[in-house]
């Protein structure tokens, strides 16, 4: 079904008001039950002298990452399509605000509203995300850190136990009572005369501090 047509089925829009009532309080209560370990607090604390951090890592997290950083007001961006829609429905339940949009529709506006939310809050970036390929950062957010003056905050995390679902992110689902590792890399600034190759150089550096941070992230829960 094609983005936004969800809203003229009234199945659809069921199945997404079922997902959303179910998947919140299972989310929840799952979510209760993990315990987190931080290495690199430092590294956040450090961006957000700066200005509202702009946060960024892969999509196959969001599920850790949703419970880790609730309640924080944090804004990312959803997609307009049936998934973001009930997706939307359920983070805001968590504390998250919405940027509607994604890479393959609405991107403009979504980034728009986020160069203002940003002036407030914090915002997230799912940088591979909505469709891949997994492990590539788009350019959203070093787009944004040149605009806004606002520092990228790189981060992983990853569970010492877990399920991966058969998707292209192979998103990682930890299990109840897992320890989960959160790596935080320094905050990666972009000059706002950035030209366009410093921004892919951005872009690579940040992928690069990615890296850094799952490598460090496994190494925390192979030694739980």
Known sequence: MADGTWRDSRKKRSQIAMISAVGYPLMA???ATYQFT????EHLHAAQTLGHPIHAFWHGRILPGTIFFQRRGIVVITSENFDG???????TKFGFGTARGSSSRGARKA???L???VRHRPVAFTLDGPRGPAGVAQPGAVWLAKVTGNPVIPFHLEANRYWSLNSWDRTQVPKPFATIAVAFAPPLQVPADADAAALAQANEDLEAALAKCRARACAMVARD
């Open 29 to 31: 209560t799952l979510g």
């Open 38 to 41: 931080v290495d690199g607090a």
């Open 85 to 91: 829609e009930w997706i939307a429905r359920i983070i």
């Open 111 to 113: 980034l728009l509203q």
């Open 115 to 117: 160069v203002r939310e």
